[in-house]
Antibody
């Protein structure tokens, strides 16, 4: 059973870079059946898609964050990561990694079926 | 900001049927399927409905989804206290190239 677990610093200084890792267990990150995503949720607010990485290595990012975001996959470690640069207080949120089923042509209609428990990141000096 | 519109709150008494609505545009809900997520207090979101009206394994059939045009609905019948949660709709955004979420609806079981 696929499981995801986020990790990383809980506190980042303004103008710094937020770096998080999502460890994948129960299957290989190389498995073409999945795609991988980062989602965030500011305190008391709704969900915001950050970006997605596919088996091909292709990445897509939310335009509102695109200039500051990079998502990598580390196949040897079976994990993928998120880097968000030039952070401000507005980036304070709970960050989730998630995966979706990529086996269907219309994969995007099948949602994100597996989520990590999330990790809280505060941006503060 | 959320590109899908949901009412901020909904409520019902045990046993009732509650409906939560979600409104989007032609480039998301109008073209692609709607998924619904349930977020219990202090937990990660959980996929509740996918492809407009399909339930993942383990989701009770009290939960049902539907879509018409650029709007979608989640119905919860036989409301139970454990259904008290935040519910989010989502649909693929053709322009965004990623999922677009609604602002969420907080369901209170009275």
């Amino acid at each position: 059973q696929l499981q995801l677990q986020e990790s990383g610093p809980g506190l980042v200084k303004p103008s710094g870079t937020l770096s998080l890792t999502c460890s994948v267990s129960g299957d290989s990150i190389n498995n073409r059946s999945y795609y991988w995503a980062w989602i965030r949720q500011p305190p008391g607010k709704g969900l915001e898609w950050i970006g997605t990485i596919y088996h091909s290595g292709n990445t897509f990012y939310n335009p509102s964050l695109k200039s500051r975001v990079t998502i990598y996959a580390y196949t040897s470690r079976n994990e993928f990561s998120l880097k968000l640069s030039s952070v401000t207080a507005a980036d304070t949120a709970k960050y989730y990694c998630a995966s979706g089923d990529y086996t269907n042509y219309y994969y995007y209609n099948y949602g994100l079926g597996v989520w990590g428990q999330g990790t809280t990141v505060n941006v503060s000096s | 900001q959320s590109l899908l519109t949901q009412s901020p709150s909904a409520s019902g008494t045990p046993g009732q049927t509650v409906t939560i609505s979600c409104s989007g545009s032609i480039s998301n809900v109008g073209t692609n399927a709607v998924n619904w997520y349930q977020q219990l207090p202090g937990t990660a979101p959980k996929l509740l409905i996918y492809n407009n009206n399909q339930r993942p394994s383990g989701v009770p059939d009290r939960f049902s989804g539907s879509k018409s045009g650029t709007s979608a609905s989640l119905a919860i019948s036989g409301l139970q206290s454990e259904d008290e949660a935040d519910y989010y709709c989502a649909a693929w955004g053709d322009i965004l190239k990623g999922p677009v979420f609604g602002g969420g609806t907080r369901l209170t079981v009275l």
